[in-house]
């Protein structure tokens, strides 16, 4: 981040990150802590994020056969699944944006580790400009780019050759420095942490400095892997969705690899810390959850039970109920015969006897041929 705008955004970042260097009185530490403020700010903010995860895990079963039924309609299957999330009040989205907030607060941090004299010390462009002429008298040469600009991590190298000549100059007396500026020591563990892994390589020995550099982005890439182990067991996340998570498993590790390469070690041991406070926090609140959730199940599931013995109980109270005005309720008596003898219709179609046939003169040879 550059400019105005940069500074102001990783100015909050850098006072506490200041303040762990002094309370700590080590850089490696100071990061290590700085990550751990993160992740135990975040905790709010991802426990809703938590929540949906693990309630979608609990869903997988129910998502597996929705995914069979609906095999050959993948529309009607993503309308039943919506219902399914709105039936269980999950939104799937929910939290995404607070499970990517650590990585933009890498943004900022790298600024802060790559630029220690304007952004860790607070100390402006002029003044540091003011640094390097003095630097330049005791034989430092600024890392320039073909545009004339500084490098990259210049300042890293600026603040390293400072304390190394911490006595040769009177670094305080230069106007806008004062007390600001710090004796920085950048090594940790035996481990230089402004180097970038990738330079060691090109010399590379066996001596602990180097092989040190060299295990930090490696650690960062096998802790994020194993972090995304954590996070899908503490969700909850069937084989198939673990399944669906593989190449993102396999990417995002290899991303932290090459991460952790090209920049300078401190960020690669923020990104080590970052995932071990990440599986504790995960693995807490999975379980907190998980245990929270099943809780709420079976109190839902005995409210269903109970639901359902009071209807049957209902159900057979109305039927007694019925049962006994049915016994009460006089039964209907048959219809009594009379004496009258019914003619049937047979008798009744005889000649002469027939109610229509009634007026009608009857001819007994009327249907006789003539001759």
């Known amino acids: 981040m550059f400019g105005a705008f940069g500074k102001l955004v990783s100015l909050p970042f850098a006072v506490v990150l200041r303040w762990l260097y002094n309370i700590s009185g080590s850089y490696g530490l100071s990061i290590i802590l700085f990550s751990l403020v993160v992740t135990l700010v975040m905790v709010p903010f991802q426990m809703k994020s938590k929540r949906s995860m693990v309630r979608m895990g609990k869903l997988s079963s129910k998502q597996a056969e929705l995914q069979k039924q ?71 040469t600024a890392e320039t780019l073909g545009n004339g600009a500084y490098g ?30 710090l004796q920085m020591h950048f090594d940790f563990l035996g481990i230089d942490l402004s180097i970038q892994p990738q330079h060691v390589l090109r010399s590379f020995s ?51 690899l090459w991460f952790c390469s090209v920049m300078p070690a401190a960020l690669g041991v923020y990104w080590i810390a970052n995932s071990v406070w990440g599986m504790i926090r995960e693995s807490v609140l999975g379980k907190f959850y998980t245990k929270k959730i099943n809780a709420e199940e079976e109190e839902r599931a005995a409210k269903r ?61 009327r249907y006789e041929e003539k001759e």
Not at 206 to 227: D, F, H, R, S
Not at 305 to 332: F, G, H, N, S, T
């Open 70 to 140: 609906y095999a050959k309609n993948q529309q009607k299957y993503q309308e039943e699944l919506t219902k399914l999330y709105q039936e269980e009040g999950i939104n799937p989205m929910g939290g995404c944006l607070w499970s990517l907030l650590p990585m933009f607060i890498l943004v900022p941090l790298y600024s802060i580790i790559r630029m220690p004299i304007v952004y860790f010390m607070g100390i402006s462009e002029t003044a540091c400009n003011a640094l390097r002429e003095a630097a330049a008298g005791l034989g430092y």
């Open 305 to 365: 039970e109970a639901a359902r013995k009071l209807r049957m109980e209902e159900a057979k109270k109305r039927a007694a109920e019925q049962r006994e005005i049915d016994v009460r309720r006089p039964k209907k008596q048959p219809p009594q015969k009379t004496g009258e003898k019914r003619v049937s219709t047979t008798e009744a179609g005889r000649v002469g006897e027939r109610p229509y046939a009634r007026g009608r003169s009857y001819q007994a040879d």
């Open 152 to 181: 990259a991590y210049e300042q890293i190298d600026l603040a390293n050759f400072i304390t190394r000549n911490w006595d040769s100059y009177d670094w305080a007396g230069i106007e806008g420095v004062g007390d600001k500026l």
């Open 206 to 256: 066996m001596e602990w400095a180097v092989i040190g550099v060299i295990l930090v982005p490696v650690l960062a890439a096998v802790m994020n892997y194993v972090q995304t182990i954590v996070i899908s067991k503490s969700n909850g996340q069937s084989q198939e969705q673990q399944a669906s998570m593989k190449m993102m498993n396999i990417m995002m590790p290899l991303m932290s």
